[in-house]
């Protein structure tokens, strides 16, 4: 009897070099994507809703260390190349390994639900069909988290996820406006906002100081010095926090908030305009919002703005709202996941989920990596560990690589690329002895 096929859901990058990898395979699937065309959060003004790409946006991650492992990026690139390359260098991918024609287009996946017999059910326009797995890639930047504060503004209020440029979906030429939070998008979208002949003032508001690095240390990409993946984790942090405080210096000295952590204690915020910007007057910064105020913003200080506009930078929720929360429960935006890959149970061992992670230095290429654990346990060259084995793993592993950073939403699903990749490889080879030890 033939196997049931795999459904592979989305067509980002995660999806489209997890179906690379099942092609090569030979395992059969079924790839749905709920926009017309591949790219995900990096195919600008997606028609899906699910892009978050502003017009401005370059990528923090230089060039070397975003490509795949298959397929280089083109020698010409800038370091820090913007997204239309990076949706072109998708695209390019996507057509030169013939993968294009395998994609179900405008078919959103509306249900997944377990059937008594161990597979699964998947629901889209064209109907119900049974597969053997599942393999969700439908990214987690597109959901986005709306504070809600006390009080009305008389304003408009808009998520970065709705941003695009200084006059779209908002005219904010010549307006007060201010951002809230201190992540990466916040501070792009500050240091473009900021800019005097743009805003009448642009503000940023954060509960907490943040450490923000440069893009460059002394003229090389600083993500192309990493640490190698044999050093342990607590002395390459040790050596890199060192290495920020040589060559950055302390927040304040640029008007910004003293962090309460130390550098690679949180996610980083990479800038090479934002401290320029702040430290030339072009950008205020004020503590947290304490109320909305008519007309403008009373912050936690005491202090109030006159305000125009408001941005929210305050992040994305992870949402798979095709799945039922009892095969995907979602506690303080985090799912436990073995290798970041698979739940403990035994129920759930057909589900798996690709590029569910936040990943140092990118998530561009982590799935074409977690691909090849994913078709060896398809295979039944892999198998897992037991389920004992699996939830003790995931506990000890999140400590490792989140344990340092301060208790925040944005750093439930922390990994480290290097040791990470390297782990995987050491997985796949002690879940094939698992399987010979199975067999015998």
Avoid at 26 to 42: K, L, Q, Y
């Amino acid at each position: 009897m033939s196997l049931l096929p795999v459904a592979l859901i989305g067509a980002g990058c995660s999806g489209f070099t997890t179906a690379k990898r099942l092609r090569d395979e030979s395992i059969a699937f079924d790839w749905f994507e709920a926009s017309d065309r591949i790219g995900g959060n990096w195919a600008y003004n997606n028609p899906n809703g699910m892009s978050s790409a502003y017009q401005s946006l370059h990528i923090d991650t230089s060039k070397w260390r975003l490509q795949f492992e298959e397929f280089p990026v083109p020698a010409d690139w800038p370091d820090f190349p913007h997204h239309s390359l990076i949706a072109q260098y998708f695209n390019d991918y996507v057509d030169h390994f013939g993968l294009r024609g395998l994609i179900q287009f405008d078919t959103p996946v509306t249900e997944v639900a377990r059937r008594a017999d161990g597979n699964w059910d998947v629901t889209t326009k064209k109907g119900t069909n049974a597969y053997r797995a599942v393999v969700v890639a439908n990214g987690h930047h597109w959901s986005p988290n709306r504070p809600v504060w006390e009080g009305s503004f008389n304003g408009q209020i808009i998520h970065a996820h709705d941003y695009r440029t200084p006059f779209e979906p908002l005219n904010l030429i010549g307006k007060r406006v201010m951002v809230v939070g201190l992540g990466n998008s916040a501070v792009d979208i500050a240091s473009e906002l900021g800019q005097r002949s743009i805003t009448e003032k642009c503000f940023v508001s954060t509960r907490r100081g943040v450490w923000v690095l440069p893009k460059y240390f002394n003229g090389i990409p600083a993500d192309k010095q990493a640490a190698p993946p044999w050093l342990p984790l607590p002395i390459a942090r040790w050596i890199g926090r060192r290495k920020v405080k040589s060559l950055v210096g302390n927040m304040e000295d640029y008007g910004l908030p003293t962090p309460d952590h130390e550098p690679l204690d949180a996610h980083p915020t990479v800038s090479g305009e934002f401290l320029t910007r702040v430290g030339s007057g072009d950008i205020t910064v004020k503590p947290a919002i304490a109320r909305l105020d008519g007309d403008g913003v009373i912050f936690t200080d005491g202090s109030r703005e006159l305000l125009d506009a408001i941005i929210c930078a305050t992040g994305y929720n992870i949402d798979v709202p095709f799945l039922s929360p009892d095969d995907a429960k979602v506690t303080d935006n985090h799912i436990p996941l073995y290798k970041r890959m698979v739940q403990a149970d035994p129920a759930l061992h057909g589900l798996w989920f690709m590029g569910l992670a936040q990943t140092l230095p990118t998530l561009v290429n982590l799935a074409e990596q977690q691909s090849k654990l994913l078709v060896a346990w398809l295979s039944g060259r892999y198998a897992l560990p037991s389920p004992d084995e699996m939830a003790a793993t995931i506990i000890a592993e999140e400590k490792r690589y989140q344990g340092h950073y301060y208790a925040s939403r944005r750093h439930t699903m922390q990994v480290n690329f290097e040791p990470y990749v390297a782990d995987l490889a050491a997985e796949i080879r002690r879940g094939a002895k698992r399987v010979v030890r199975q067999a015998a």
